[in-house]
């Protein structure tokens, strides 16, 4: 299959410098340096509105930059118009041509260029994306995630130096979004093409991609691995946006060893200082950072079991919900100061039955699972409360 | 009608009390009574009319007399044998006319849907302002415009246009006015509005993202042209030469007041055979044809753009 073989390039770099975008007052993508390198699966994550679509738009020439240059492979394509530039686009929904078959569609981008013996190609694409049986049906015939493997393939056949992907998983139902996530991710580890995905979906950024670039209000405000996204965000929207963070407000108490000595209400609490984002020094303040799941639950009754060396926090049970796998639990808790209770996953292996609302607990953590960060930002950046900071 | 309120109540549950049988009873009624005017204007302002002239067709007879009904066909094959050269004149005109309107609205309906941006409104406004000012009084306003010493007949003259036109038979004598060019000309104008509403309607429909998606897919902009937007817009390219071509092919008020005798279109017999002439059977056989006629290419013509499931 000509389609799918690995081919012997190892993907297209690719390298924004200074980009940026505005429509008269309003900045929707900030000056930008951005490098995507050749043959990674690169997420650009963020709420609606962050200039995620606008950056990926650049790329693809359907937006011209206010400022700034695109490089693929080292080649200025700033001035190319997009049917000049060596990429293609999924579009969010799909934009399929109504009047053209399935085979049509998937043909376009190769008669375009030129090329009069589309059949063995297209045939093959359509089997890869298993819609060999389609060919002859129109788009509006069939399901939508039919359709959007129509539109990864009428822009994989065209072997494009970058694939870009606008949000094409969208549409879709939370079932054939996963199964479409790892078919996606399987095709990019098969043809090397760069891949660059826009999404909303943490869970589906951190799914699919190598490389992470969580954008807020036109700015990238970390990229990385989605492991150290996750474990060592750098700022509040970052650990809030992705996934679920408590984040506690406290004294620093002595900044001078590996382990800085914190304060919130009565508890004090450890942070190595190598997972602190800021400089701490004595008598400031940090916001310190755990995840839900890293978090252990234990009966008040039962607070001499818990292993010292581990933070402890004291809190009442306000909620708890039972999802199967886990049970989450929000937990009313001095340190909070009276802001969001703090969440905690516990998993269902052994359930403490005293663990019910109402019920006084211990909530404790390794200290190096904590992190921490700028108390100067908005604690609630990247939560549904704290949306558009 | 199955309406899904007929099918829901074919078989009401046993036990439902009277007055709620009732209630659904006048409920299926709702969609006849709400057609009922629409169908009591159609039948006596259309129906009714069009027995009455097929059956003016087959009469034979005089005014003074009083017409018969004869059952006679004939008249049908005299008066398309007598007047066949202006039913041919209608349709190259209606056509030529069409034409025109397509070539000039077309650019216009694309400029105002995908470029026009917020002056979109304003535009479409001036699109259908002509509506405001009588028909009549537009077209008598074009008798002044294309007269012998009006602005465009100096304006062609000087650029020694008329010459050519004359050779090629659209002007005569150096004049534009009482020539096929006005008629086919008053024609486009009175109707461009009608062509450029439908193409405007369907170009605007189209998910700019489709454009887009083209150019990413290596089109040049003139190629989405080809390949995506005009094939998308045909629903308005079919309903605009339609909404153009049916009325321009009966119209007898440009070839009235823009031509002369030479120009008459079939429009103009069938209202002189009614009302100066007043051979009613004539006139009527002449509108079946006209009818005929165009309902024959009508059909064609939607069959050939296979635009069937578009329209």
Not at chain 1, 340 to 346: D, G, N
Request: proline letters at 6%; one cysteine or more.
């Amino acid at each position: 299959m000509t389609a799918t073989a690995p081919t012997e390039r190892t993907g297209t770099e690719v390298r924004l410098t200074k980009i940026s975008k505005s429509y008269g007052a309003f900045t929707a993508v900030h000056p930008l340096d951005l490098t995507v390198p050749g043959g990674s699966f690169f997420a650009l994550l963020g709420a609606s509105g962050c200039g995620k679509t606008t950056t990926l738009r650049m790329i693809a020439g359907l937006e011209d930059p206010s400022s700034g240059t695109v490089e693929l492979a080292g080649a200025d394509v700033t001035a190319l118009p997009p049917h000049k530039r060596p990429v293609n686009t999924v579009f969010q929904s799909y934009a399929l041509f109504p009047h053209l078959d399935i085979y049509e569609n998937v043909a376009f981008g190769l008669r375009r260029r030129g090329i009069k013996s589309v059949k063995k190609q297209v045939g093959d694409m359509l089997d890869l994306v298993q819609l060999g049986d389609f060919a002859r049906r129109k788009p509006q015939q069939l399901s939508g995630g039919q359709q959007q493997r129509v539109a990864v393939a009428r822009a994989l056949i065209n072997h494009p130096q970058v694939l870009l992907l606008d949000e094409p998983l969208g549409a879709l139902d939370l079932k054939l979004r996963r199964q479409m996530q790892l078919e996606l991710k399987r095709i990019q580890t098969e043809v090397g093409i760069t891949f660059i995905h826009v999404t909303h979906d943490q869970e589906e950024a951190m799914t699919m991609a190598d490389t992470v670039a969580v954008m807020n209000g036109g700015r990238v405000e970390q990229l990385g691995a989605p492991a150290d996204l996750y474990e060592t965000p750098r700022t509040t929207f970052v650990a809030n946006f992705l996934g679920t963070s408590n984040l506690i407000a406290a004294d620093v108490l002595d900044a001078s060893g590996s382990d800085l000595v914190l304060q919130a209400a009565s508890s004090k609490l450890a942070l190595p200082a190598e997972r602190c984002t800021v400089t701490p020094r004595t008598g400031g303040r940090l916001l310190i950072g755990i995840r839900p799941e890293k978090i252990s639950l234990t009966h008040a009754d039962d607070a001499g079991t818990v292993p010292d060396g581990r933070n402890r926090v004291t809190g009442r049970i306000a909620t708890s919900s039972f999802i199967g796998v886990s049970t989450q639990y929000l937990v009313d808790s001095p340190v909070t100061a009276g802001a969001a209770p703090l969440a905690v996953y516990e998993q269902n292996i052994e359930r403490d039955r005293r663990l019910v609302p109402g019920a006084e607990v211990v909530l404790h953590w390794n200290p190096g699972h904590s992190f921490g960060l700028d108390a100067a930002q908005s604690i609630e950046a990247g939560t549904d409360a704290g949306e558009g900071t | 009608m199955a309406s899904p309120q007929a099918t829901a109540t074919d078989r009401p549950a046993p036990e439902a009390p009277p007055a709620l049988r009732a209630a659904a009873r006048r409920k299926k009624l709702v969609p006849y009574w709400l057609l009922l005017p629409g169908i009591l204007w159609l039948l006596v302002f259309f129906a009714a009319p069009l027995v009455y002239q097929a059956s003016t067709s087959v009469q034979t007879g005089s005014l003074e007399e009083g017409f018969e009904v004869t059952w006679h066909f004939a008249t049908y094959w005299d008066a398309a044998t007598e007047y066949y050269p202006q039913f041919l004149r209608s349709v190259g005109y209606a056509a030529t006319a069409t034409a025109g309107c397509l070539a000039l609205g077309y650019p216009l309906a694309y400029l105002i849907a995908l470029k026009a941006g917020r002056w979109r409104n304003l535009l479409m406004i001036l699109v259908i302002a002509p509506f405001f000012t009588s028909f009549l009084i537009r077209t008598l306003a074009w008798k002044t415009i294309l007269s012998d010493g009006g602005p465009v007949v100096s304006a062609l003259n000087s650029l020694h246009v008329l010459g050519l036109t004359d050779a090629l038979g659209i002007t005569e004598g150096h004049r534009v006015l009482a020539t096929p060019l006005a008629v086919v000309c008053g024609l486009t104008y009175n109707f461009l509005p009608f062509m450029i509403l439908p193409l405007y309607t369907s170009l605007e429909r189209i998910d700019p993202r489709l454009l887009e998606a083209a150019g990413d897919l290596y089109a040049k902009p003139i190629t989405t042209f080809r390949k995506v937007t005009f094939p998308l817009s045909m629903p308005g390219v079919v309903a605009g030469t339609l909404l153009t071509f049916i009325p321009a092919t009966g119209d007898y008020i440009n070839a009235e007041l823009l031509g002369s005798t030479d120009q008459k279109m079939i429009g103009n017999v069938i209202q002189s055979q009614f009302l100066r002439v007043l051979d009613y059977p004539t006139a009527a056989a002449l509108s079946f044809i006209l009818m005929a006629a165009i309902l024959a290419m009508v059909t064609l013509y939607i069959r050939k753009s296979g635009t069937e499931d578009l329209v």
